[in-house]
């Protein structure tokens, strides 16, 4: 099992840059595929991005290419994750959950196991 906590989120105006954070702990954190999803109260949630156990792939969603950015850097008992989001735009606002799994076939209808509580932001002049 792997734990979870995401943060960095907040109120940023369009055009902004803002970088989430997640760290990954528990049982061998390093085995899982980690990414984000995102949700907006009344909507889908919806894949943004995700990154191999190893680092060596990237996938992202067609709305967040080329200004998202996802990254981690494993250690011995935590992943630490992380989304750099450039050029933001009010259609980015939405709950930011950190997620993982052992297994991830690099699909945008993934469907992690496990999730972070979230964290808010907000994209408004």
């Known amino acids: 099992q792997v734990h979870l906590s995401e943060s960095g989120g907040r109120s940023v105006q369009p055009g902004d840059s803002l970088r989430l954070s997640c760290t990954a702990s528990?049982?061998?954190?390093?085995?899982?595929?980690l990414g984000w999803f995102r949700q907006v109260p009344g909507k889908e949630r919806e894949f943004v991005a995700a990154i191999t156990r190893s680092a060596d792939r990237e996938f992202y969603s067609s709305s967040v290419t080329g200004r998202f950015t996802i990254s981690r850097l494993n250690d011995v008992n935590t992943v630490a994750l992380a989304l750099q989001m450039n050029n933001l735009k009010p259609e980015d606002t939405a709950v930011y959950y950190c997620?993982?799994?052992?297994?991830?076939?690099?699909?945008?209808?993934?469907?992690?196991?496990?999730w972070g509580q979230g964290t808010q932001v907000t994209v408004s002049s």
């Open positions: 997620v993982g799994d052992r297994v991830y076939d690099g699909s945008t209808t993934w469907d992690p196991d496990y």
């Open positions: 528990g049982r061998s954190p390093w085995t899982y595929a």
